[in-house]
């Protein structure tokens, strides 16, 4: 090295060492900043998008830097920020044999803080050598880590600018500092438009400050730049699922676990979105995996335990269920889940409401407790824990105003107690949302058949049937719709036509229908037999039946059919009722 430049290099560490003025410094006893509340964050929901075009911004301070005498490639390197260029960079500098001096040490330290920091699942092949504490570059490194925005780095060039970001991967919550950090940012990736660093960092700021549509560009910036790399493709990945798109989700992460195969992140969530598609197969099989390395995992259990019983599997769930109670059996989530296998399994009503009184105590407020309580009421026709289908509605809309399922129980409770032009009004309104259900429009359809709303309920069914004519239900709801519009004759040439060629469970609810359009009454119950003949289980067929005999006072067989709807609804309150006052009768 030449005299001049021995010269130069001693007075740049010599002034580099000295203390330095405050608005250039970072102390890591009190450093200048914002600090991260740390609250837990959520993965939020978001329409996607495409990366808007970034203005270029002038380089801070053009002249001579900490920085400026390394190799432009390796600053290069260092400014992508990527895995793969920080370890080019460490290895260029390391080659140069000029690691001793400050500039390439702290930007050697540099490199290795931000793969532990923002890349801990990657490899680093060199140590981090001592540097100085309170430079502009490890004071915002080390203020991050402590979840302080660092705002005394001068922002003298592009690591100064994007440094004090590095907090938003570490702290929960980024409120307190997201302006000053976004502003950061876009001005980092100004000067370095490919930065997979910044796209990340951008990406994660975005997403924990509850905005994924702006976060989905970045992340697919950053995994586009560096696919090898875990931390990118699994936030894309991640961000894909909270925006709904899981068919894109389940792609990237099934990419993800061919090359990270014991992964338990990218496990799970190979396991949600193959059970957001329906393909519970999967799922199990990928929550299985995480199991087999962490039988301890109790979510993973619980998660497993949805999956079963998505797969009708209420023997498997139900042990596993017992499993996880060893360990806990006050969540919220294991409560839910008990009740819906104490009443949808066991059919033990009392069970299953003493159950998710338990989760209303504790979970007073709670959003799944209330909706699962207001089924609960609503199958029922009984009240829970002293409320009402219609009050655990209003609660849960209280919590949640655009809830759909709030909306649908609110609407069957003004059903079941006959208030139907209140039940209208809210059908109507559940009817407007984005993406209502066929459900909910047979729902309308029958509540705009009891009104006398018949025109309504005819436009509402003939296009769906026009469109669905194979959809069996479907073409139930529009056979009931013509009977009870007046077009009983085209409903009956219906029936006839659709008979020979009909499923047993079809063929039972034709027959069944076509009783109610018999000219006499020796041809309907012929029809409520052969529909009884097609599915023993119709409890629709069997309750016509109870109607027919007791109609004709012959309590004796009225009470052998309402039994049978009985055995096959035990929750139902207004047929246990029924069946206690036909019992007065015959006695």
Known sequence: MSKPRRLFRFIEVLIFCLPLPAAFLSCAGAPKGTVGKNVQYAAPESDGGEMTSLPAVPRKNQGKTFFSHIDGGIMADMEAGSPASLRRAAAAIRRSDSDSEMAERVLLAVA???MKIVWPSERVDWDAPDVPANTPYMGAINSAQNGIYDT????????????????????DSVGGFFDASEQALREGLGMRPGSVLVNYLLGTLYQKNGMPAEALPFFSAAAGAAPECLETAYSYAVCLASLGRMEEARRAAAALSSRHPSDLAVLK????????????????EYIARVLQQEPG???????????????KEYVRAASLLDVYARQDDSSRDYLLLRAQIQYDWSKNLTAAVSTIETALRRFPDDLEVLLFAARLASDSGTSVAGRTVEEYAEAALAVQPESARALQYAVEGLVQNGEWQEAYAASSNLLSKDGASLDAVFRHIRICLALGRNDEAWNLISPIYRTNPQDEEVVQSYIVTMAETGRRQQALSL??????????????????????????EGDALSDLRSSLIANP????????????????RDYRKAQYYLKQVVALN??????????????SLIQ
Do not use: H, W
């Open 297 to 311: 995992d109790l979510p993973s259990v619980l998660f497993r335990v949805r999956i079963l019983m998505e797969k």
């Open 570 to 583: 035990p929750n139902d309150a207004a047929m246990r009722r029924l069946n206690d006052e036909l019992s």
């Open 269 to 284: 969530l190979c396991a949600e979105t193959s059970f957001a598609l329906g393909d519970y197969n999967a799922a199990e």
């Open 495 to 520: 029936i006839n036509q659709l008979l020979p060629d009909a499923s047993s469970r079809m063929k039972s609810f034709l027959y069944y229908r076509r009783s109610f359009l018999q000219a006499s």
């Open 152 to 171: 005394s780095t001068g922002n003298i060039d592009f690591l100064a600018l994007v440094l004090p970001s590095l907090v938003v991967v570490v702290s």
């Open 112 to 114: 290795y803080r931000i």
């Open 537 to 552: 289980r119709n409890s629709d067929a069997l309750f016509r039946l109870y109607e027919l005999y007791f109609q004709k």
